[in-house]
């Protein structure tokens, strides 16, 4: 689905009268403001329910818009937005004095991203066309905070129904999970939320590969809490040797599961629901939110997931799961 030229229309004037936009990337549906408007920005957070110290993403239509946002910009971070601009990388850069910390989370950086969806990049035009040639607009996922994150525009109106006031359909994200962060707010590049552009996707482009940090002095990002994507039915990791026992176990006690798996098939009579994702990190990753969503409304007790390879090319989608565990049954 494509939006109209009316609803462009729309849209840009909504956000340029400090209202709030839905609108699709190609990693997740994003919900924006005019990221140079505090009060615009504060109806995001009060419309997902989200801590007011955690910093948003900056969307600009391209590259031009760097400067104007940041300050200190490294070279490495510009072979990175040569090579992966438009597309599903954040970059963390040392924010410029003007830059609202209701942006940042009232951090001295700022994570920008130019999205790979042309939905959102002729919205980020169009809107850079009115508002400025440096205008962003500030987008975290459209959905209540620490939830699952919405993959279709009918997510987004399960979420947040009438908070927000236009949501431009284009479909089903391509990616499915969040962008790789990388900060160069510190010096060297470093890896603070993996995502689809995987470690050595980077290290092709710097030359080595960035290191994958957590720990405290990082700057605070997007998706970084320890419980985030998270269903309300409690989720839990089970070894794929070990899965059928478990559902056995479950299954005695009266416990009604919901299954996502990669290899093991269906048991008759034995899962209350039963969801086969693709063997590779790719397709998982682009299933994964709607396969969540899906067991999240199939009525079970338990949503079971079998563990994935510990192996760098399932990192992205280890941390969402990892995350999810923390915060499922908590809604």
């Known amino acids: 689905m494509t939006p109209t030229d009316a609803d462009f229309r729309r849209a840009v004037d909504l956000l340029r009268s400090g209202e709030l936009v839905a609108f699709p990337t190609e990693t997740v549906y994003g919900l924006g403001a005019d990221a140079a408007n505090p009060a615009a920005v504060a109806k995001i957070f009060a419309a997902k329910g989200r801590p ?85 607009v500030a987008a975290p996922s459209a959905n209540r905070f620490g939830r699952i994150s919405p993959t279709t525009a009918d997510h987004v109106r399960e979420e947040l129904g009438d908070r927000v006031p236009l949501i431009l359909d284009g479909g089903p994200c391509a990616v499915g999970i969040e962008s790789t962060i990388v900060d160069f707010s510190r010096g060297e590049a470093v890896v603070l939320r993996p995502g689809h552009i995987a470690p050595e996707h980077l290290e092709a482009i710097l030359g080595c590969r960035p290191a994958i940090e957590t720990a405290a002095g990082a700057p605070r990002v997007s998706g970084s809490l320890e419980a985030h994507y998270a269903p309300v039915t409690p989720l839990r990791l089970v070894a794929g040797a070990r899965l059928l026992d478990f559902l056995s ?35 998982y990753a682009h299933d994964l939110y709607v396969a969540l969503r899906e067991m999240d409304h199939a009525g079970a007790d338990l949503i079971v997931v079998e563990a994935l390879p510990d192996d760098p090319a399932w ?11 923390a915060g499922g049954g908590h809604g």
């Open 52 to 136: 007011a110290d955690h910093p948003l993403i900056v969307h600009v239509a391209g590259h031009d818009a760097v400067d104007h946002w940041a300050e200190q910009v490294p070279d490495a971070a510009w072979e990175l937005m040569e090579m992966f601009w438009p597309g599903p990388l954040t970059l963390i850069l040392k924010k410029r004095p003007w830059v609202p910390s209701t942006v940042t989370g009232g951090q001295d950086t700022v994570g920008l991203r130019v999205p790979g969806h042309p939905v959102a990049l002729e919205l980020l035009r169009r809107f850079a066309a009115v508002a400025g040639d440096h205008a962003g």
């Open 249 to 283: 176990a479950q299954r005695h006690r009266g416990g009604r599961c919901a299954v996502i798996s990669r290899h093991q098939l269906p048991q008759a009579g034995m899962p209350h629901a039963w969801q086969m994702m693709p063997a590779d990190p790719v397709g």
């Open 315 to 325: 990192a992205a989608v280890a941390d969402r799961l990892r995350r999810a565990v």
